[in-house]
């Protein structure tokens, strides 16, 4: 294993110190040599220009000669260092083919270096400027993603980009992007290709926003195209497939006899697979087989063909081809078995009247070809294709055996005279196209390099198609001309009507020209069908169209990313419809697409939440862009805003804000005896958070961004790190951790308790009053006897209250619904039993023989926020709850320190 490191000029230190390389490229084997030619075919034709000084490690100092390059084993040698020398000249124009070759050899090594010519100024060719873009892939089987409030995102493809060329020096590409499931408001000012605006680009970008169900026939990005994915790129950098030059291929094997065994073709010596048959390469392979031919059996229509056709994975209703001395022809399989056959003629008609007899016959599935996939000197390995093209599956191999006579491999017709590229299918199987677009790209310009510039020089070039079973090829030529060292691109469009499925095949016409100063590299770099039939619309999402012309307003080699700011538009509170970034809305929204109607949601509380989120500007914006539950997606808009979901027989959002009003009361009076209050204090501990960072999506730069929350200048000792859902700005992020930070440090207090069936009265996020069984604190009891009088209520309890023992004098009392009253100041009557309370013109107790006495508490009452409410068996349930402390929201509406 060899290390290749590229240094970017030919000094190897500065100042002392040793220059570091630019790219490394780990290598296994192979001489250095063939890594250099894989690396680039054109320096394997062009091995005397070598502008770069190569060493090895344990030989530095030593220029390794071009001529020992095939020498240097990479496998030997721990490191290669190749230093750059692009100012290597050579005489005349040929220095700028130098410069291409350099470019083209570590065109997947190092960027771009910008070179003197030969007169000494900067290469003027340039690339054309290609509008590609880096979006969201499609998201196949996936979900439709679905915004909340206003959000930046990154479409994803709804079909596939098509790209063109206007004109040789134009390039566009046609975009189709979904947005957000359901409609949205999308500005022209939020929609963006990097950080610049659309409108900033003028004619060069074409736009239009799309609401769901609206038709899209108006732009031409709606239409869908096929890339075929072998036309392209390709894998040692080159742009495409490269235009070769003309060669005359062997067309047939020559050899007196073959063995065939299996997927295996090959002759015996002295004779040799043909050198220039190499993998890829298609043939026709011809192996006769004994064929007994017998007339129709009585009460039979069709003659019988009784032979070994197992191999064949035939069926019924296959097409296939006889050649030999009897029904030569195309026909029909009417019945298959591993030994015998009978045809129908392709209008179906059957087959009754073959000559009898036994006949040595080739038969095949029609328009099957073998394709090379290896070959050694004396043997060939090959896979069966249909005639779509795809491999045959069905095909078992051949049977072992050796051909003496009446066989024939040769190459396909496709290979007539010159190298073709192709064919290749311009659709997927099953489906048809009406028009065809062929790319052609010539990388280093066109045109005859001389002392003044560049003289006009044009190459002719052959497109064949043929509808895909068919046997007769098309043909178009075309003549591809310039004087420019820039890259042009030539796009030519082929019409089908009606559609069909086609496949095509492309060759140059006339040798590429070897001089230097020739600018005639032709590459294939692209072949896409436009489907038959194209959406006209899409119904529940929002669709972007775009059209981007390449010109010099968008950069050739930037990184064009198609991002956009929509903001949803939903079905508000207040009952109309319209763009919101209400966390409520979207709540509302949600809960009713799953099947939970506004019936079935607490919308005086959403109402209420709604009120204060929108005085306070508190918004979700979110991006719901992958598989979750109901739940998840509720609970993470409501936590935005600092509210819960519960569900109290209806769905119901509870805000956890600063509390005033008092749920349900909880006491012995209805605790269980085996769970009453039991409460815990966390203690101070030294390894406790006594700060909190949080992350959020910032609306400002598009990035995830920290906030820090302190209360103290000194360094903390522990840092909790949360991250906030759907808050894209610093202030309300800091609040969020802020909030946080004040529950490590003041919610310190937890309780447990247990009652039979009054705490399914209760929901998570209540604000309680609770007492425990500590007399010396507070107390309860049950209200036996109420009377009002002048100076105050007066009520008689069931159990004698400590008045000496409890400081605190204030009561509570339980309504019949089991809510508790506010505090109200006590006096001790005429006895422990007996208490009077002034409460003005508020409700006061009433005891009715009928009913469960009201419950009082007398003393410190413990207030709670409900954590959890857990069911147990057939009648007892247990809460948890955390102490209130109103220090928890004392920060909800400050600001951060700058």
């Known amino acids: 294993m060899s290390e290749i490191r590229l240094y970017p000029s030919l000094m190897r230190e500065l100042n002392g110190v040793p220059t570091q390389p630019i790219r490394t490229k780990t290598v296994d084997s192979g001489s250095l040599y063939e890594f250099l030619s894989d690396a680039a075919p054109a320096y394997a034709e062009n091995p005397e220009f070598t502008p770069w000084e190569i060493e090895l490690e344990g030989r530095r100092g030593e220029v390794v000669p071009p001529a020992d390059y095939a020498d240097v084993m990479l496998d030997s040698v721990p490191v290669v260092h190749i230093y750059a020398d692009p100012q290597r000249r050579a005489i005349g124009s040929i220095f700028s083919a130098v410069v291409d070759l350099f470019s083209s050899v570590f065109s997947w090594l190092m960027p771009s270096i910008p070179t003197p010519n030969a007169n000494g100024g900067i290469e003027q060719g340039s690339q054309i400027n290609d509008p590609s873009t880096t979006i969201n892939r499609p998201r196949l089987n996936g979900v439709i993603n679905q915004i909340a409030g206003q959000v930046k995102v990154a479409p994803y493809y709804l079909a596939p980009p098509h790209t063109y060329f206007i004109d040789p020096r134009t390039k566009a590409v046609d975009i189709l992007l979904c947005v957000t499931w359901g409609p949205c408001l999308l500005p022209p000012s939020q929609i963006r290709i990097a950080e610049t605006p659309v409108t900033a680009f003028g004619d060069d970008v074409n736009f239009q926003v799309f609401q769901p169900g609206e038709n899209i026939t108006g732009h031409s990005a709606n239409q869908l195209w096929y890339n075929a994915p072998e036309v392209g790129a390709a894998s040692n950098g080159q742009a495409g497939l490269k235009l070769k030059r003309v060669f005359h291929i062997t067309e047939r094997l020559p050899a007196p006899s073959i063995n065939v065994n299996g997927n295996q073709i090959s002759v015996t010596g002295p004779h040799e697979i043909p050198a220039d048959w190499e993998p890829s390469l298609l043939l026709n392979v011809r192996v006769p087989r004994q064929i007994e031919l017998q007339p129709p059996a009585p009460g039979e229509v069709r003659a019988v063909l009784s032979g070994s056709f197992a191999d064949l994975g035939l069926v019924v209703g296959d097409a296939v081809e006889i050649h030999g001395d009897a029904l030569r022809g195309s026909y029909i399989v009417a019945s298959v078995t591993s030994n015998a056959l009978t045809l129908s003629y392709p209008d179906l008609t059957p087959v009754t009247d073959p000559t009898g007899g036994v006949y040595q016959l080739t038969i095949d599935k029609e328009g099957a070809r073998y394709r090379v996939v290896s070959r050694t000197t004396n043997s060939i390995v090959v896979e069966k294709l249909l005639v779509d093209s795809n491999v045959d599956t069905a095909w078992l191999g051949w049977d072992a055996w050796v051909y003496r006579d009446r ?492």
Request: charge should be negative.
């Open 407 to 898: 066989w024939n491999v040769f190459v396909d017709s496709t290979y007539a005279q010159s190298e073709w590229l192709g064919p290749f299918p311009a659709q997927k199987a099953g489906t048809v196209i009406d028009r065809a677009e062929i790319t052609t790209l010539a990388v280093r310009g066109m045109g005859y390099a001389n002392e003044n510039g560049v003289d006009y020089n044009s190459q002719w070039v052959e497109l064949q198609w043929r509808e895909i079973g068919s046997e007769d090829w098309q043909w178009l030529g075309s003549e591809l001309g310039g004087a420019s060292r820039d890259q042009l691109g030539f796009t030519t469009g082929i019409d089908f009507d009606p559609p069909a499925a086609v496949e095509f095949r492309y060759r140059r016409m006339n040798p590429e020209n070897t001089d230097m100063a020739a600018l005639e590299e032709l590459h294939w770099t692209g072949l896409s069908g436009r489907l038959a039939n194209s959406p006209v619309k899409y119904d529940d999402i929002t669709v972007l169209a775009l059209t981007i012309v390449g010109s010099d307003a968008i950069a050739a080699q930037s990184e064009n990313r198609i991002t956009c700011v929509p903001t949803a538009i939903l079905k508000r509170m207040d009952g109309t419809v319209g763009p919101t970034r209400s966390a409520i809305d979207f709540v509302r929204n949600a809960a009713n697409q799953s099947g939970i109607s506004d019936d079935e949601i607490n919308m005086q509380a959403m109402q209420r939440i709604d009120d204060i989120t929108t005085a306070r500007g508190d918004t979700f914006d979110y991006n719901n862009d992958s598989d979750d539950t109901v739940k998840n997606v509720l609970e993470r808009a409501l936590s935005a805003v600092w509210t819960q979901l519960t569900w109290d027989e209806v769905l119901t959002p509870v805000r956890d804000e600063p509390r005033t009003d008092l749920g349900h009361m909880y006491s012995p009076q209805n605790m269980r005896a085996d769970a009453l209050l039991t409460k815990t204090i966390r203690a101070v501990m030294p390894d406790d958070y006594d700060a909190v960072d949080v992350e959020y999506d910032s609306a400002i730069t598009g990035v995830v961004e920290t906030v820090e929350c302190r209360i103290s200048n000194d360094p903390p000792t522990r840092v909790e790190t949360i991250r906030i859902e759907g808050v894209r700005d610093e202030t309300r992020a800091w609040r969020h951790g802020m909030r946080r930070l004040m529950r490590h440090l003041y919610v310190r207090k937890g309780y447990t308790w247990g009652t039979t069936t009054d705490l399914l009265n209760s929901n998570k996020g209540d604000y309680l009053p609770v007492v425990g069984p500590i007399p010396n604190r507070a107390q309860s009891a049950l209200i036996e006897h109420v009377q009002v009088a002048d100076d105050g209520v007066h009520m008689i309890v069931n159990e004698a209250l400590n008045w000496g023992g409890i400081e605190q004098h204030v009561i509570f009392w339980r309504n019949p619904e089991g809510e508790s009253s506010k505090a109200y100041e006590v006096t001790r009557g005429e006895s422990d039993y007996h208490v009077i309370a002034g409460m003005g013109g508020d409700p006061v107790p009433v005891v009715d023989p009928t009913k469960e006495p009201p419950h009082l508490l007398f003393g410190r009452v413990e207030h709670v926020l409900i954590k959890s409410i857990t069911p147990s068996g057939m009648s007892n349930v247990n809460a948890t709850a955390d102490g209130y402390d109103e220090r928890v929201y004392q920060y909800d509406d400050e600001f951060p320190d700058d």
